[in-house]
């Protein structure tokens, strides 16, 4: 029996439709709980390899980077940081925006500038495990 179209929707129950419910929900929930970015409290900039400053994300704050090809302006502000301004050609830092999670990385190539975010608790990486 092959059924085609909506055909099969005449075959569910209401049971039915509130299991499928209730999966989808728990899905969801479970989604946010494991696959959600830590909270990041503070914020690696490096220059040229080298960690240039460690700061927390508590204080608003500005770090002006050096680079072989100028400056990269870097904005703290409570909870986030962000690439504010650099020199390279395609901007692509500082089109992120802003960086809230931890895990989040920002890299300046051309300038040789990196901003990362961590938290005391990593988030958890599908990918190591």
């Known amino acids: 029996m092959r059924l085609r179209g909506r055909e099969w929707l005449a075959l569910l129950r209401p049971g039915d439709v509130l299991v499928i419910a209730l999966a989808a929900v728990l899905v969801a929930v479970l989604a946010q709980y494991f696959w959600r970015g830590g909270v990041a409290d503070r914020a690696e900039i490096r220059a040229a390899g080298k960690l240039f400053a460690r700061v927390s994300l508590d204080v608003a704050q500005v770090i002006e980077v050096p680079g072989p090809i100028g400056t990269t302006r870097i904005e703290i502000a409570p909870g986030k940081a962000r690439v504010a301004h650099d020199p390279g050609p395609k901007q692509y830092c500082v089109r992120q925006g ?10 300046c190539a051309p300038n040789q500038v990196t901003l990362s975010l961590h938290a005391r608790k990593p988030a958890y990486d ?3 495990y």
């Open 126 to 128: 599908s990918l190591g």
């Open 98 to 107: 802003w960086l809230s999670t931890a895990g989040a990385v920002a890299i």
